[in-house]
């Protein structure tokens, strides 16, 4: 099976910064997109950046300027630099991975990892 590790969320002050990693690991043949989403209380899963196998990236219009999505092929990881964070980036981050295993292609999703921006 496959599992996605996040790590890297924690309490931040407005205009700090944190570094979100994301490890997949199990029987992989192959990780395309990899990506983040983020889901405040209250709130719908959002897309915050994804990451193809070839390096093109997509982000979310609010966090535009601030996040750096990156990837590490070799190491099956999916990194988030967020810096200029802010009270609204607060939320759960989950790790996205379009993977294919020996015999399929499936969608996994992390656990979650806590971001929290507050004075």
């Known amino acids: 099976q496959v599992q996605l590790v996040e790590s890297g969320g924690g309490l931040v002050q407005p205009g700090g910064s944190l570094k979100l990693s994301c490890a997949a690991s199990g029987s992989i043949f192959m990780i395309y997109a990899m990506g983040w989403y983020r889901q405040a209380p209250g709130k719908q899963r959002e897309l915050v950046a994804t990451i193809g196998s070839g390096g093109n990236t997509n982000y979310a219009d609010s966090v535009k300027g601030r996040f750096t999505i990156s990837r590490d092929n070799a190491k099956n990881t999916v990194y988030l630099q967020m810096n200029s964070l802010k009270l609204e980036d607060t939320a759960v981050y989950y790790c996205?991975?379009?993977?294919?295993?020996?015999?399929?292609?499936?969608?996994?999703w992390g656990q979650g990892t806590q971001v929290t921006v507050s004075s």
């Open positions: 996205n991975a379009d993977i294919k295993v020996i015999l399929s292609r499936t969608n996994y």
